[in-house]
């Protein structure tokens, strides 16, 4: 999936909250509940609830309907826009330029900072093309039977990240 970082200054600090609350969600349930993410975030029902709405018009939460309770789940943009905000929080990314290079695993974009120093953003996309068998081949899971491939992505970030 070709990120699209067009949208992210025009998201709001309690939008952004509630991309947070999916994500923290995430970790315990693959479908988050509306009443969750409120509770999270910190934000009334309605407040969250206008959040989630305007997170799933630009495709980075999609709203799944389950046999016991409807709720949402982070995309892949979703996440991007979390790494692309604390980069941006921690002024190592400005700008986000062009694609540069896609791979079976990863897709690289060039960024800038705010100085003008140009540098590589490397965008892992886990599980999209070779790795149908990451759960038995690295130990992300640890004790857990299974999780999200949003979770496992998160992990394999962190631990990409401690590789170099």
């Known amino acids: 999936m070709k990120l699209d970082a067009t949208d992210i200054r025009y998201l709001s600090n309690d939008t952004f909250r509630v991309l947070t609350a999916v994500e923290m969600g995430s970790k315990n349930h693959e479908i988050v509940p509306s009443s969750l993410i409120a509770s999270i975030s ?19 939460v999609k709203k799944e309907c389950n046999s016991k309770y409807d709720g949402y789940r982070l995309t892949y943009g979703g996440y991007d826009y979390l790494a692309i905000r604390a980069f941006s929080k921690r ?43 990451i759960k038995s081949k690295r130990d992300y899971l640890q004790k857990r039977k299974n999780a999200s491939w949003m979770y496992m992505e998160m992990i394999e970030q962190i631990e990409s990240r401690s590789d170099t």
Do not use: P
């Open 42 to 60: 910190g934000l009334r029902a309605g407040g969250a609830n206008k959040c989630i709405g305007e997170l799933a018009k630009r495709g980075l």
């Open 91 to 133: 002024d190592t990314v400005y700008s986000v330029g062009n694609q540069i290079g896609v791979g079976k695993e990863a897709d690289v974009y060039v960024v800038a900072t705010g100085d003008g120093t140009q540098r590589v953003l490397k965008i892992h996309c886990l599980g999209r093309v070779s790795f149908w068998a």
